[in-house]
T-cell receptor, first 115, second 111 residues
Framework: DAGVTQSPTHLIKTRGQQVTLRCSPI?????VSWYQQVLGQGPQFIFQ???????GRGNFPDRFSARQFPNYSSELNVNALLLGDSALYLC??????????????FGSGTQLSVL | QKEVEQDPGPLSVPEGAIVSLNCTYS??????FMWYRQYSRKGPELLMY????GNKEDGRFTAQVDKSSKYISLFIRDSQPSDSATYLC???????????FGSGTQLTVLP
């Protein structure tokens, strides 16, 4: 079975531009979460979606937005890019979202560089 | 104060050594504690999780939780070069049970 797939794997943008990152969850998984991992730090929670509805949002500005499609795939959009947005963006999928010990499966991420 | 703090490393040990990786947390209400392993240029993968206090063993790996001191540890016995990775402690919290990660400890096991 395919794991969580993310595209593109690498992306270079300039300040002020907009970017869209894509994620396909594991087949049968209905929840998708997005995390930002700055070099040398642990991942930081951005969004969680379940059944196409936003179920959680981390402490990120409104420049960050996301959505989930009927096939459970997801997109993360970032507008007006700043240098500080340079990071590895990780997508994770899970069967559900409500269990505290819900197991998350992560993709390999999209490495975004903002110049 | 951060919710989860992790010994930063990096840590370099010879093959066969016992490795101890440690985190502290601030909220006594936390019940589940997880350890993820992240290889270079890959996403994190769940290694182990424990509930409440005590130890949990899985092969060469032991996860330990001390709720009285809000301290969690991961021990690796007979460490192998293939264990070289970044190890992240994580705690699910919030309405979405999102994971709060430590900053990670980069481990290198030298052959």
């Amino acid at each position: 079975d395919a794991g969580v797939t993310q595209s593109p794997t690498h992306l270079i943008k300039t300040r002020g531009q907009q970017v869209t990152l894509r994620c396909s969850p594991i087949s049968g998984h209905k929840s998708v979460s997005w995390y930002q991992q700055v070099l040398g730090q642990g991942p930081q929670f951005i969004f969680q979606y379940y059944e196409k509805e936003e179920r959680g949002r981390g402490n990120f500005p409104d420049r960050f937005s996301a959505r989930q499609f009927p096939n459970y795939s997801s997109e993360l959009n970032v507008n007006a890019l700043l240098l500080g947005d340079s990071a590895l963006y990780l997508c994770a999928s899970s069967l559900d979202f409500s269990a505290t010990n819900e197991k998350l499966f992560f993709g390999s991420g999209t490495q975004l560089s903002v110049l | 104060q951060k919710e989860v703090e992790q010994d930063p490393g990096p840590l370099s040990v010879p093959e066969g050594a016992i490795v101890s990786l440690n985190c502290t947390y601030s909220n006594s209400a936390f019940q589940y504690f997880m350890w993820y392993r992240q290889y270079s240029r890959k996403g994190p993968e769940l290694l182990m999780y424990t509930y409440s206090s005590g130890n949990k063993e899985d092969g060469r790996f032991t996860a330990q939780v001390d709720k009285s001191s809000k301290y969690i540890s991961l021990f690796i016995r007979d460490s192998q070069p293939s264990d070289s990775a970044t190890y992240l402690c994580a705690i699910p919290s919030g309405s979405a049970r999102q994971l709060t990660f430590g900053s990670g400890t980069q481990l290198t096991v030298l052959p």
